[in-house]
């Protein structure tokens, strides 16, 4: 998918406003069916014999001790020389949330996502999705954790279901930014969505004036995203 270098007029700021809400919280699954399947994709995410090098897991580019990132311009990838497309690795923390996923918003969800790196030739590099099942079906102890995570069914390594287990693990993954989420859901802010002249589109934060603690929110806000423009993702322009 080619990228755009002009931002879209009909952004729906209604529709922006809607998702920008604090975080829910989370607790831990009372179903042990889906206790199950995020135990699996753990471990599926930190496999790296998921790559046709056995060199690469999810958590080479995403890595969980460092935001869900590898703090690299670009991601190198399984095979020796392999540099993936000029985009940095974004965090997989909070990625449940997002309206799409990747950069450019190609997958729907986190389930779809999951497909792509298996097989991109610069990413784990695996010839196609089977070459998935066949890696996990070699591994004794996952057979049993597959029938756990996905009961009743006769063969439940599949790729559906490795990408799913995976997409489960991911889903758990929230940060935990307490003072930004109370603020959130103490007063909502009024927030305005417009297109930017200089990155894909701009929020504009105006809280309440009476909100406790307003000034240490919008330093807050304000520090975190001069972080990430100094760093060179020019993907925000947020003014508070």
């Not at 392999?82 to 309206?99: H, K, S």
């Not at 792509?116 to 070699?138: C, F, I, S, W, Y």
């Not at 330093?219 to 001069?226: A, S």
Request: glycine share 4%.
């Amino acid at each position: 998918m080619e990228l755009s270098s002009t931002p879209p007029s009909n952004i729906d700021p209604a529709a922006l406003r809607a998702r920008f809400t604090a975080l829910p919280q989370n607790s831990d699954p009372a179903d042990q069916v889906q206790l199950a399947r995020i135990n699996l994709g753990r471990q599926l995410y930190f496999d790296k014999r998921l790559s046709r090098e056995s060199n690469q897991s999810c958590n080479s580019c995403h890595q969980l001790t460092n935001y869900g990132v590898d703090n690299k311009q670009y991601s190198p990838g399984s095979m020796p020389g392999a540099i993936d497309t000029p985009r940095n690795t974004p965090t997989v923390y909070n990625a449940a949330f997002q309206l799409s996923q990747f950069w450019d918003g190609r997958a729907v969800n986190l389930i779809a996502q999951a497909h792509g790196p298996l097989v991109a030739p610069k990413e784990m590099a695996l010839h196609n999705l089977q070459e998935a099942v066949d890696v996990v079906t070699r591994v004794p102890g996952y057979a049993p954790e597959f029938r756990q995570a996905f009961p009743g069914q006769q063969d439940p390594v599949n790729i559906e279901n490795i990408t799913a287990s995976i997409a489960a693990f991911e889903q758990r993954l929230t940060s935990k930014l307490r003072v930004i989420f109370a603020w959130l859901r103490s007063a909502f802010p009024t927030i305005v969505a417009h297109v930017g002249t200089v990155a894909p589109f701009s929020l504009v934060i105006a809280p309440d004036q009476n909100l406790d603690r307003e000034n240490d929110v919008r330093k807050m806000i304000g520090d975190l995203f001069g972080q990430v423009s100094r760093h060179g993702h020019h993907h925000f322009i947020v003014q508070v």
